[in-house]
C-alpha cells in the first residue's frame, strides 16, 4: 500500500513554543490530507482536512489560529501547534487520500505525540 | 447525525475464540466502512473495509458482516491471538474520506 510518513514521532517543547508536524505522501500524490487528535485511551478526532493550495477547514471547536495547517505541494501537509500548552499534549496523526492503484484510497502516518512542559 | 457508535468499550477474549465489536451509524450518506487496529504510541493501521452493496467480507481471520437496513455493522476476529491485543476502531465516511471513527474497543486476547 502507499506510505504516508510523519515527522517526528515524538517532541517534547515547553509551554508557550510552537512545534511544526510534517505528513509527506512518499508515493503518491495527497490531494486531500487530514489532521487528528488523540487524547490517552480515546478515539479520532478530526482537528481539519486540507486541500492542497487552498485553506484548511477546520471542525467545530478547532482553534484555526493555534493549529495552523498547511498543505503547498501534494505531498506535503505540516500542522503547526503555535504557543503550545500542556492541554495542547496529545498524539497527533495525519491521514492523506490519493489516486492509488489500490482498493484502499485513505492512508495513515505514524503519528506525532507532543508533550509540552 | 454524524455519530458512529462502537461497542463494546473493552473485550476479553481467550486464545483461539471469536472477537466480535458492533458499530452502529447513522448518516445514509456513508458508503465505506472500514475497521483499524491501533498499537500503543502508532498510528491506526486498515483491518478490513466494505461498501454497502456487499453484506459479508472475510479477509483471513478477519470478517465484516454489514446490514445496510439496521445501519449496523460489526467486526469478527476468527481463531483471535494474543498477537491481535490492540485497540480497534470502526469509522464510515462518504465520498470526501472525512472519516468519523467510533469511540474504541480495547480487545485482550489471554494466551
Known amino acids: 500500500g502507499a506510505v504516508v510518513s510523519q515527522h517526528p514521532s515524538r517532541v517534547i517543547c515547553k509551554s508557550g513554543t510552537s512545534v511544526k508536524i510534517e505528513c509527506r505522501s512518499l508515493d503518491f500524490q495527497a490531494t486531500t490530507m487530514f489532521w487528528y487528535r488523540q487524547f490517552p485511551k480515546q478515539s479520532l478526532m478530526l482537528m481539519a482536512t486540507s486541500n492542497e493550495g487552498s485553506k484548511a477547514t477546520y471542525e467545530q471547536g478547532v482553534e484555526k489560529d493555534k493549529f495552523l495547517i498547511n498543505h503547498a505541494s501534494l505531498t506535503l501537509s505540516t500542522l503547526t501547534v503555535t504557543s503550545a500548552h500542556p492541554e495542547d499534549s496529545s498524539f497527533y496523526i495525519c491521514s492523506a487520500s490519493g489516486q492509488v492503484a489500490t482498493n484502499e484510497k485513505l492512508f495513515f502516518g505514524s503519528g506525532t505525540q507532543l508533550s509540552v512542559l | 447525525q454524524q455519530q458512529v457508535k462502537q461497542s463494546p468499550q473493552s473485550l476479553i477474549v481467550q486464545k483461539g475464540g471469536i472477537s466480535i465489536i458492533n458499530c452502529a451509524y447513522e448518516?445514509?450518506?456513508?458508503?465505506?466502512f472500514p475497521w483499524y487496529q491501533q498499537f500503543p504510541g502508532k498510528g491506526p493501521a486498515l483491518l478490513i473495509a466494505?461498501?454497502?452493496?456487499?453484506s459479508e467480507k472475510k479477509e483471513g481471520r478477519f470478517t465484516i458482516s454489514f446490514n445496510k437496513s439496521a445501519k449496523q455493522f460489526s467486526l469478527h476476529i476468527m481463531d483471535s491471538q494474543p498477537g491481535d491485543s490492540a485497540t480497534y476502531f470502526c469509522a464510515a465516511t462518504g465520498s470526501s474520506y472525512k472519516l468519523i471513527f467510533g469511540s474504541g474497543t480495547r480487545l485482550l486476547v489471554r494466551p
Open positions: 466494505i461498501r454497502p452493496d456487499v
Open positions: 448518516n445514509t450518506a456513508f458508503d465505506y
